[in-house]
């Protein structure tokens, strides 16, 4: 274990003795010394002793000289051997001229006014890219890249079908045990079919598919599109003639405008399906009573008024997605930081939409 | 300073996914050199360096780094040893979160015991040994242009002193004059503090004003180490080939 670097002012020879190893690794107690050292006077440095000496080292041995300066003492370098004295007029001419500007850091009301104009300007971006989106994706329809479509339609859609599947068939069991409980009791059995057909046409299916798409393929655009923009990739597509609204927006827009309300359907008829397991498993209401009643439960507008919230959803999401993928700044944080708000704001805005359908179609006695 | 190597390798095999890049390749980097590594495009320069500096475990074979044998190290050796070694990458990979002053304050932050303040002081240091101006240590790694990060990367490739420096083309993408200076400062550091430097480069300039020897590869491993004097000489076709396309004067072998 080398010796730790160390400074002793000795006061009899006016002499300042440098001491053991002064690397960057041990230069702590050394810069410890140096900050108590506090008598003024003309000094002689002497570094006889230092084993080692790096460039955080001969920093340290300057700043010694420094520190004394602005004490009114002087420490005079002049009997440094040869080899620590090139080191040390190696890091003087390197230094910057100009201190160290201290982080400021912001006060409460600039961070509160810097956090309000901030979201603001979040909405007029979405506003804008909106705006742009339609603009623009009205005149490139024609230049719609449909082997990109057909991807996007298999990655958002046919690739979610087991994750999709299996969630909703457990929420359809769940429902069904949870109301099954109390409908038992009253000897109601078979109101099950009704309860879980509604539930799951109307508002349990879009609503699952859709924050599973937004987890799950939402978080996927926003990270993709991020990383793109870091890497130069988005500008390297522009300097090609190719948008990235018409090679990644439009498709991954169209692709889950196709891709959601199929996958409504699939997890409606998943959650069914669970309900009429437990059903026949719980409260003896056998497969073929389920189906014979099912038809009967639900008017056509119930099928019509679930699947019709899809393609609204899929809207919110692509859109939300893609947009905080453009807002991805030029760092590794930033990429995380827009695919959680990606992920927590679709979901927002599919919760917000889904009631505001629910009141509408409530007015429209639906 | 001992006289053994700072790295040696012995019969090292290097893979790139499932190809073999180097095979059977030997080498001894004395104490204080400056060692060139150049060679083709895809001759494995990147994955040597990577290897060399204990980022990518080798095939086959047997690496002592800083006397250590690379194989056998613990995980707090491996740690301690890593402490000893800088790199300078080729993207310069700065930590886009943090700021340049933060970027090389990281390293001090995690091995010594220095006080914030002080770190900040002699992260101010290393930015100017990289000649990086001072108003360059609040800003982003994106607010850089790219010969900016090339020297922030080096500030912080030098933050912890290091014994051996790895350089992945140090100075590509830099102007004539910053290139140069970044030359001087290699050579200052190797006279004053004894500095060990592998550095992958295709800058011949560089090479001539500041390499001891070069390594060659080719052909799945290492063609040559020699002074580039005696290299631009050789007769190997490769080589030949190599300096022939931009000749200049390299002194007698």
């Known amino acids: ?366 | 300073m001992s006289g053994a190597p700072v790295i040696e390798a012995e019969s090292l095999s290097t893979l790139a996914g499932e190809r073999v890049l180097h095979r059977d390749l030997n080498l001894a980097v004395q104490s204080g050199e400056v060692l060139a590594v150049v060679g083709g495009s895809g001759s494995g320069k990147s994955v040597l360096l990577r290897t060399l500096s204990l980022l990518q475990v080798p095939a086959a074979g047997r690496l002592t780094v800083l006397g250590q044998d690379a194989a056998r190290l613990s995980a707090a050796a491996l740690r301690a040893l890593r402490g000893r070694i800088g790199i300078l990458f080729q993207q310069g990979a700065l930590f886009t979160g943090l700021s340049v002053l933060d970027n090389v304050c990281l390293p001090l932050a995690e091995y010594t015991g220095l006080s914030l303040q002080n770190r900040r002081e002699l992260a101010m240091l290393r930015l100017g040994l990289a000649g990086l101006p001072a108003d360059a240590a609040g800003k982003f790694p994106a607010e850089l242009s790219g010969g900016m990060i090339k020297r922030a990367a080096l500030a912080r490739a030098l933050a912890l002193d290091p014994e051996l420096l790895f350089l992945d083309e140090p100075s590509a993408g830099l102007d004539p004059v910053t290139a140069a200076g970044l030359d001087e400062l290699l050579k200052d550091l190797r006279e004053l503090l004894g500095l060990t430097v592998v550095m992958v480069t295709h800058d011949l300039d560089s090479i001539a004003r500041v390499s001891d020897r070069v390594a060659f590869l080719g052909r799945g491993g290492l063609l040559a180490v020699a002074p580039v004097a005696e290299l631009a000489a050789s007769q190997e076709p490769e080589i030949r080939a190599y300096f022939a396309a931009s000749p200049r004067d390299f002194g007698e072998p």
């Open chain 1, 1 to 366: 274990m080398p010796q730790a670097a160390s400074l002793v002012a000795d006061a009899a020879s006016r002499t300042l003795f440098a001491r053991g190893n002064w690397t960057v690794s041990g230069l702590d107690g050394a810069l410890r010394d140096v900050d108590r050292w506090r008598e003024p006077g003309a000094w002689r440095l002497d570094t006889d002793a230092v084993s080692d000496l790096d460039t955080a080292g001969a920093w340290a041995l300057h700043r010694v000289g420094q520190l004394a300066q602005g004490r009114g003492a002087q420490v005079d370098y002049a009997a440094l051997p040869a080899h620590h004295a090139a080191l040390l007029e190696l890091v003087r001419s390197r230094l910057p001229a100009t201190p160290l500007v201290p982080v400021r850091t912001p006060g409460l009301l600039e961070a509160l006014g810097r956090g309000v104009v901030g979201k603001l300007t979040d909405v007029l971006h979405f506003l804008d890219f909106i705006g742009r989106l339609a603009a623009q994706g009205a005149l490139l329809l024609r230049r719609l890249r449909v082997t990109r479509l057909v991807q996007e339609v298999d990655a958002a859609g046919v690739r979610a079908l087991p994750i999709l599947g299996l969630l909703a068939f457990l929420m359809g069991v769940v429902l069904t045990y949870q109301a099954g409980e109390p409908l038992k009791s009253f000897g109601a059995n078979i109101l099950v079919v009704n309860l879980i057909g509604v539930t799951m046409l109307r508002e349990m299916g879009p609503l699952l598919a859709a924050i599973i798409v937004a987890g799950r393929t939402g978080s996927a655009y926003t990270a993709e599109i991020g990383t793109m923009r870091i890497t130069e990739e988005l500008d390297a597509l522009r300097s090609i003639g190719i948008t990235p609204m018409e090679m990644l927006v439009l498709p991954k827009l169209l692709g889950l405008l196709i891709a959601l309300p199929l996958l409504t359907l699939y997890a409606s008829v998943l959650g069914i399906f669970g309900g009429m397991v437990v059903a026949d498993g719980l409260y003896s209401v056998g497969y073929a009573d389920f189906l014979h009643r099912l038809p009967g439960t639900f008017v056509p507008s119930t099928f019509w008024v679930g699947l019709i919230k899809a393609p609204v959803f899929a809207l919110i999401i692509a859109t939300v997605a893609c947009h905080r993928g453009f807002q991805v700044s030029q760092s590794a944080e930033s990429i995380g930081r827009q695919t959680t708000a990606s992920v927590v704001q679709s979901i927002f805005m599919v919760i917000v939409a889904d009631a505001v359908f629910s009141v509408v179609f409530q007015l429209l006695g639906l």
